[in-house]
């Protein structure tokens, strides 16, 4: 079983895009529809949306006002329609594992709901697959050139893997003005993925069962020597290789190209190993990885002609996989310099910023405590009740908080919750804490902010212009009408919360004026507020 699902969202980056409509699609192992569901919401008031997302899904500022649903609603909404739906599925999309699902997972671990839903156990004690139809086109084009038409190029002249591109060129139906509405791209990647369970069976099956981890852990060892491929830019890069260890718990495999002799590295100590492997030497290493959970593209060698080099050597190949398998020490060294040279790479996490801590577990007492608490957040009543787990957070917590001070993230996501929807239920200091901090977001001058900002959403823009003018395609149909209505709406934003701005230097940026007929906007794009909040049945689950 399948659930197919796409997102359109405020902008490219994982960590801080905004989910602004999601469709979802629940199919048989033959891909028949069984039922769907598409559900819009509300732009956030901490969220600027960036031109070019909003330029390419044809969301109007409007648009982002006027859904019925908060963006909490929404994600409670997708939470409990995946969970109604027979378990364990395979999620699957175009994309979605290079963007939708760091993205969705983001956005549940944001609303105070579970970050590793497409992964997670089910009652059964199996787990859900992730797979992704353009991972199987890649794989198409490699394993079995020409079987799929990928004549038209890209601006770097490489095939043209993007959905509109791939469906149009092998008859299935998705026009330009259909592409970027979430259903009618999951009808469109439905249908590529019909195609491909036609014309390649075997290709399909075997990577439907790498979709999960166990379907990987069991291919590897299965086979003792099998291919490894992936495409970047455009280019193939495939070798015939062995894998050097299974460890129960890995989420990476760690791959041998048997095109180089071991014996170099299997006396190599841990330290010159994890030199080795470090990104510097990327391109001057045998090992490779295959993250379990990212479908790897890993075939036997029977399905292998079209990747396996001239002058393969079987004999050799056994021979040196052979040497590897049966040294378990240089295994051990292995694992432990993958980590040492991950260890090393910068992690890219910001302590006031609540998005970047979502790879921040606590601890199995302190998870067991916040999820009743979640719970608790996700049943009141009302708004009123919402706010009171919030405002206790830091007794609740005081002892769980001094030992992992990342968990007051939480209580950061659920203030925003409630302060988006029913903000009068919050003290008026807290009121006015969350109008600052939503106005250092918007108005943050600096270009570096890892989130989309006013002054980045402008410069993106002119940036478009420009490419508009010069005739670039892709913004071929964008009007003058779309391009003004963009920097009204961004001027509007800026001047709503230019009162609540405290910049370094102690003075408010000057709004920029786009259109001297525009009045000051209040309010935003937050709904009237709610005395209480709809029946429980209705909104959350536990």
Known sequence: MFIFYDTETSGLDKEFSQVLQIALVFTDDNMNILSSKKVECRR???????????LTTGFTPDDLKKSKNSHYEMMQEVDEWIRSQYMPVIFSGYNTLGYDEPVLAHNLHQNLLDPELTTMTTHTGEKNGRSDIMVLVKAMAMYMPGALKLDVKNEYGSPSLSLINVAQQ??????AHDAHDAMNDIRATIGVAKLIQKTAPQLWDQMTALATVAGVDAFMAQHKIFTHSYMAYGKTKSAVVTNIAQ??????????????DPAKYMSMTVEE??????PQNAKHHPFRHAPKEGQPILMPMDQSDAVIPKGFDDK???????????????ADRVAKAAAKARDAQPKHVHAH??????????????KAKLQVWMEEFNNTQSWADAAKLVLDFPIRFEKELAQEPHIRRYAKFAGRIVFE??????????????????????????PKAPYMTIAKARKELEQIERERAAGKPRWKEVTDTQIRSLKLYYTAMEKEYAPYYTPATGAAPAPANDDKKTPPQHGGNAPPAHDA??????????
């Not at 092998?170 to 026009?175: C, K, Q, R, T």
């Not at 190993?273 to 470090?278: Q, V």
């Not at 029913?422 to 901090?437: G, N, R, S, T």
């Not at 049945?537 to 536990?542: E, L, V």
């Open 247 to 260: 460890r129960e718990g890995d989420t990476t495999e760690i791959l041998f190209d048997l095109s180089v």
């Open 353 to 366: 910023l609540p998005e970047t801590l979502m790879g921040e577990e606590p601890s199995g007492p302190t």
């Open 533 to 542: 909040r709809r029946a429980a049945h209705d909104r959350f689950r536990p």
């Open 273 to 278: 190993l994890a030199d080795c492997m470090s």
């Open 421 to 446: 929807s029913a903000p009068e239920e919050l003290p008026q200091d807290k009121q006015d804490l969350m109008k600052k901090h939503i106005a250092s977001r918007l108005l943050n001058p600096d």
């Open 44 to 54: 956030s008031p901490w969220v600027v949306p960036a031109p070019g997302a909003l």
């Open 316 to 330: 050799l190949a056994t021979r040196r996989a052979n040497m590897i398998r049966k040294d378990p020490a240089f």
């Open 170 to 175: 092998n008859g299935v139906a998705l026009g």
